[in-house]
């Protein structure tokens, strides 16, 4: 039996498959949910180059209802929660392709207008295209961050520590942003709304902020939170029927 890491391929192989089994059928439960990824042209026949994006969506849903559970967000806030976690990107692709032809910054105005006025022609709530949008903060206030609803919290500090399907340290996960051009044009063209700072200074200030008051809520060791989600997602992974 070949061993690799102190596990046996097998184990490996079998643990792959019982993590896509489970996204699988957080997947299905939430069908519905997941078309309008299919409009945005991330998800389903012709979308293969952009499969990441809806993997990322799905993904940071698991995270956020992991966080919502746990922080004993009731029922209806936390379906609300997973639901616009998982189609919050999903006019992604659109808005890569403006940031590649205009630039970060103004490709992700050409688009922001657009991604809102198209939500609500879908029939979706004002009060959840405002927090799917809510992984952006709308100022850079700390009051005003500090007082945001959890919900809104949640879903800015899931999208924050999401990269592929695994969480990271936010700190982590900005550094790696930060490494293509587009990005740093998108998060300096805030400096002007964000009184000097750029988004993903913000961004930091907000991560550690959340970080800090989930970890306290949750009666976590400081720096824990991301070890706390990646275990509870692995226990619903091993645990499932």
Same mark, same amino acid.
């Given at each position: 039996?070949?061993?690799?890491?102190? $596990?046996?391929?097998?184990?490996?192989?079998? =643990?792959?498959?019982?993590?896509?089994?489970?996204?699988?059928?957080?997947?299905?439960?939430?069908?519905?949910?997941?078309?309008?990824?299919?409009?945005? +042209?991330?998800?389903?026949? +012709?979308?293969?180059?952009?499969? *990441?994006?809806?993997?990322?969506?799905?993904?940071?849903?698991?995270?956020?209802?992991?966080?919502?559970?746990?922080?004993?967000?009731?029922?209806?806030?936390?379906?609300?929660?997973?639901?616009?976690?998982?189609?919050?990107?999903?006019?992604?692709?659109?808005?890569?392709?403006?940031?590649?032809?205009?630039?970060?910054?103004?490709?992700?105005?050409?688009?922001?207008?657009?991604?809102?006025?198209?939500?609500?022609? %879908?029939? #979706?709530?004002?009060?959840? #295209?405002?927090?799917?949008?809510? *992984?952006? @903060?709308? =100022? %850079?206030?700390?009051? =005003?961050?500090?007082?945001?609803?959890?919900?809104?919290? #949640?879903?800015?500090?899931?999208?924050?520590?999401? #990269?592929?399907?695994?969480?990271?340290?936010?700190?982590?996960?900005?550094?790696?942003?930060?490494?293509?051009?587009?990005?740093?044009?998108? %998060?300096? %063209?805030?400096?002007?709304?964000? =009184?000097?700072?750029?988004?993903?200074?913000?961004?930091?200030?907000?991560?550690?902020?959340?970080?800090?008051?989930?970890?306290?809520?949750?009666?976590?060791? @400081?720096?824990?939170?991301?070890? $706390?989600?990646?275990?509870?997602?692995?226990?619903?992974?091993?645990?499932? @029927?």
């Amino acid at each position: 039996m070949k061993i690799e890491g102190g $596990f046996s391929l097998e184990n490996k192989i079998e =643990n792959e498959r019982r993590k896509t089994s489970y996204f699988s059928r957080f997947a299905l439960k939430h069908f519905n949910d997941m078309k309008i990824l299919g409009k945005g +042209g991330i998800l389903g026949k +012709g979308a293969e180059k952009w499969r *990441n994006i809806s993997e990322h969506c799905l993904v940071e849903a698991v995270g956020a209802d992991i966080l919502t559970e746990y922080l004993g967000v009731d029922r209806d806030k936390r379906d609300k929660v997973v639901k616009t976690a998982l189609w919050h990107d999903w006019y992604k692709r659109r808005e890569i392709e403006a940031m590649q032809k205009f630039g970060g910054g103004e490709g992700y105005q050409k688009t922001a207008d657009e991604d809102e006025r198209l939500l609500r022609e %879908s029939g #979706i709530p004002e009060d959840m #295209i405002k927090l799917a949008h809510s *992984n952006i @903060p709308e =100022n %850079s206030d700390l009051n =005003n961050l500090k007082n945001r609803s959890i919900e809104e919290k #949640i879903i800015h500090f899931v999208d924050l520590i999401t #990269i592929g399907s695994e969480f990271v340290n936010f700190a982590e996960r900005l550094q790696i942003s930060e490494q293509k051009r587009q990005n740093i044009e998108f %998060s300096e %063209s805030f400096r002007k709304k964000y =009184n000097g700072k750029s988004l993903y200074e913000v961004q930091r200030e907000a991560g550690k902020m959340e970080q800090a008051e989930f970890e306290k809520l949750l009666g976590l060791e @400081p720096e824990t939170l991301i070890n $706390f989600i990646s275990a509870k997602l692995e226990e619903r992974i091993k645990f499932q @029927p």
